[in-house]
C-alpha cells in the first residue's frame, strides 16, 4: 500500500504563485516505476488532470495550465510537486496526487487551492 499526503494548499491571491508537495510512503512498490498525476477537481465540476510525470521524467500539462505550472519529481526522496505560477481564479480547486503503474494506482487525500482577491 501507498500512502500519498498533499501539502502546500491555501489561499493566494491572482497574479501568485504556490507550490504543492505529494509525499508517498508506504510498503508498496517503488516509488520510481510510478507515473504521477496532479489532478483537480472545482466546485461543481468533473475531476480533471493537470499534469503528469513519468518515471523517466516525461511532463504533460493540460493547455490551460501550459507555461505556468511545472510538475517535477524526486525519486530519492518520493516526492512529487507542483509549482504554479501566475494563479488564476479558475486555478481554484481541490488538488490531487495521484500514482499509476500498471494495475495499481493511489490517491492522496486532496489540498485546497483557492485563488482570490
Known amino acids: 500500500q501507498v500512502l500519498l499526503v498533499e501539502s502546500g494548499g491555501g489561499l493566494v491571491q491572482p497574479g501568485g504563485s504556490l507550490r504543492l508537495s505529494c509525499a508517498a510512503s508506504g510498503s508498496g512498490s517503488i516509488f520510481s516505476i510510478y507515473i504521477m498525476r496532479w489532478y483537480r477537481q472545482a466546485p461543481g465540476k468533473q475531476r480533471e488532470l493537470v499534469a503528469a510525470?513519468?518515471?523517466?521524467?516525461?511532463?504533460s500539462y493540460i493547455d490551460s495550465v501550459k507555461g505556468r505550472f511545472t510538475i517535477s519529481r524526486d525519486n530519492a526522496k518520493k516526492m512529487v510537486y507542483l509549482q504554479m505560477n501566475s494563479l488564476k481564479p479558475e486555478d481554484t480547486a481541490v488538488y490531487y496526487c495521484n500514482a499509476v503503474a500498471g494495475s495499481l494506482e493511489h490517491w492522496g487525500q486532496g489540498t485546497l487551492v483557492t485563488v482570490s482577491s
Open positions: 510525470i513519468t518515471s523517466g521524467g516525461s511532463t
